[in-house]
């Protein structure tokens, strides 16, 4: 059985998010009518799927989420814990600075989760989907994405047709990508060439230059994005508690 390790990225400053992230780590925001982390919510997701061995990437605010998570004893898992390196910029700098300094020592795929993310998504079957292809990366997609904004038709300067917020027709990232740990080399040219480095923008698209296959997993799963104050704002509390009690019913809430 491949080893695989989550990791979640939460160091980023959650400039969207303020005033909220003047207070809050981003990934420490309370969801739910129970108010936890949302980190919770990812941590759990991650532990329900058998992912035991967590490496969490902290920066701004970090304290806060060792304070809360520890260990992560209480939550069946081993959580790690790895600042930013000041000298490796933006996620992908976050993801090297963590592979160099051997957290990952002893996986076979990392599967990474970004911390403004809350989703339902069925991660054991994602990474064995990524396992049977063989990729070296497997981005997690959503073919339900709806254009924010209305769409208008037109016939030369006149508007034929307005569609309000239509779907996208093309799949979109969610923000959980697995990734064969030994293909996380080829983030050592990127972060010497660059001073910010990103995972889906330079190192994915490094993967698919040099010919390496990027796998595509489809899922009509839950999801929703709360980067901005905005989203957050729309989250309702009531539906959260009902998508996700699953992961507070096989152990006691701490």
Same mark, same amino acid.
């Given at each position: ?9 939460? !160091?980023?400053?959650? %400039? &969207? ?12 925001? *309370? ?18 799927? !058998?992912?035991? &061995?967590?490496?969490?990437?902290? !920066?701004? %605010? ?8 520890? /260990? !992560? ?50 991660? /054991? ?6 396992? &049977? ?9 959503? *073919? ?21 917020? *239509?779907?996208?027709?093309? *799949? ?7 990734? &064969? ?63 996700? /009690?699953?992961?507070?019913? /096989?152990?006691?809430?701490?």
């Amino acid at each position: 059985m491949p080893q695989n390790f989550g990791v979640v990225l939460c !160091g980023g400053e959650g %400039k &969207r998010l303020r005033p909220l992230t003047y207070y809050f780590q981003k990934a420490m925001i *309370p969801v739910g009518t129970q108010q936890k982390p949302l980190l919770e919510y990812i941590v759990r997701l991650l532990a329900y799927h !058998g992912l035991r &061995r967590i490496i969490l990437l902290v !920066g701004y %605010k970090g304290q806060q989420i060792v304070n809360y998570f520890n /260990s !992560g004893e209480r939550y069946g898992v081993n959580i790690s814990y790895v600042w930013d390196d000041p000298n490796y910029g933006g996620n992908g700098g976050a993801l090297f600075n963590a592979y160099v300094r051997g957290f990952f020592e002893g996986s076979d795929n990392i599967l990474v989760y970004y911390g403004d993310i809350l989703s339902d998504i069925n991660l /054991s079957d994602f990474l064995s989907f990524h396992e &049977r292809g063989q990729y070296a990366a497997t981005l997690a997609l959503s *073919p339900n994405y709806r254009v924010a904004v209305g769409v208008a038709e037109l016939d030369g300067d006149r508007v034929v047709k307005l569609v309000e917020k *239509p779907p996208l027709g093309k *799949p979109v990232t969610i923000g959980v990508v697995a990734i &064969r740990t030994k293909a996380l080399e080829y983030l050592r040219e990127l972060v010497e060439e660059k001073r910010e480095v990103d995972i889906m923008g330079d190192f994915i698209r490094v993967l698919l230059e040099r010919g390496l296959k990027v796998g595509g997993y489809l899922t009509n799963s839950f999801w929703f994005d709360l980067g901005t104050t905005e989203a957050y704002e729309k989250l309702d509390p009531v539906e959260v508690d009902r998508r996700f /009690s699953f992961l507070f019913q /096989s152990r006691e809430s701490p």
